[in-house]
């Protein structure tokens, strides 16, 4: 059974750049996987940042951007803020009409 | 826009059933997308659980869960809903509704509501 793998934690300073990554246990991430990522702060609804790999949701800032690096999607955040400190999930549709999450990416920004 | 507002008992004993309902403002649900839930064990990751097609009424559920796992519509009210049965303390989780697009993307969440089971 395939599995979607995210680093389970990542830090990045103030300001700074950051990819985090979505990737397969057996096989390439392509844009047939439709990838989504999702920002999650405890006491708020998620919030949609991609979707279909690298189309920003409705009101996200496009210092959020989505992409295919090597064989693994990711979510880059360019020019980091302290409010970006969240966990982050990607989900992908990997066939049999059932979509799977990664395990989540905490990140720290200090 | 829509909203959409989970709601449902944040205590369910050990072997009985958990009942969540998600009332959607802003959009017809029988008007198309698919209406899931997902789940969050407290220190995990998230678990998409069953979805609904609007249109259709069509219903699809993870495997593991299948046996024990309703998601039903009620149109006119704009509400759907979740029943799991025979809980256990590893059906403790904070359990969302979202709409799902064709693109398998969830693009609108209710605020979640956390259920804990108690033996």
């Known amino acids: 059974q395939t599995v979607v793998t995210q680093e389970p934690s990542f830090s990045v300073s103030p300001g700074g750049t950051v990819t985090l990554t979505c990737g397969l246990t057996s096989g390439s991430v392509s844009t047939g996987h439709f990838t989504s990522w999702y920002q999650l702060t405890p006491g708020q609804a998620p919030r949609p940042l991609i979707y279909t790999t690298n189309t920003r949701s409705s009101g996200v800032p496009d210092r959020f951007s989505g992409s295919i690096v090597g064989n693994k999607a990711a979510l880059t955040i360019t020019g980091a803020q302290a409010d970006d400190e969240s966990d982050y999930y990607c989900v992908m549709y990997l066939g049999g009409g059932i979509p799977v999450f990664g395990g989540g990416t905490k990140l720290t920004v200090l | 826009q829509v909203l959409l507002q989970d709601s449902g008992p944040t205590l369910v004993k050990s072997s009985e059933t958990l009942s969540l309902t998600c009332t959607v403002s802003?959009?017809?649900?029988?008007?198309?997308?698919?209406w899931d839930w997902i789940r969050q064990p407290p220190g995990k990751g998230l678990q998409w659980i069953a979805s609904?097609?609007?249109?259709?009424?069509?219903?699809s559920y993870i495997p593991s869960l299948r046996s024990r796992i309703a998601i039903s519509m009620d149109s006119p009210r704009d509400q759907f809903s979740l029943r799991l049965g025979s809980v256990t303390a590893a059906d403790t989780a904070t359990y969302y509704c979202?709409?799902?697009?064709?693109?398998?993307?969830?693009?609108?969440w209710g605020q979640g509501t956390l259920v804990a089971v108690s033996s």
């Open positions: 802003g959009y017809s649900i029988s008007s198309g997308y698919y």
């Open positions: 609904i097609y609007g249109r259709s009424g069509g219903t």
């Open positions: 979202a709409r799902r697009t064709r693109a398998w993307s969830f693009d609108s």
